[in-house]
């Protein structure tokens, strides 16, 4: 093998590994911005889910309430 040869192969060899840096530098910079956006994901569907269930537990409160306040009084009725 020529001189010419062995520097460009190594030529090639440079740049490969290169090109392999960058990619790698890209795929962690890719897994570190779609974690990030999982998470933020995580967090609103947990809030959306507490504040469902926060709702329907309001809502059957309420519900409960309403039905003890808008009962009429019992009136008793008198004996002959």
């Known amino acids: 093998m020529g001189k010419a ?5 190594l ?10 840096h960058v ?6 910079e890719w897994n570190v911005a779609m ?4 998470e933020k994901l995580r967090e609103e569907f947990a809030k959306m889910s507490a504040d469902t269930e926060n709702n329907l537990t ?4 309420d519900e409960v ?11 008793s009725v008198p004996t002959n």
């Open 5 to 9: 040869a062995k520097e460009h192969r």
């Open 11 to 20: 030529k090639v060899l440079k740049r490969n590994r290169r090109m392999q």
């Open 23 to 28: 990619n790698n530098k890209i795929s962690k």
């Open 35 to 38: 974690e990030e956006q999982m």
């Open 58 to 61: 309001l809502e059957n409160t």
């Open 65 to 75: 309430e309403n039905t003890e306040t808008e009962q009429e009084p019992i009136q």
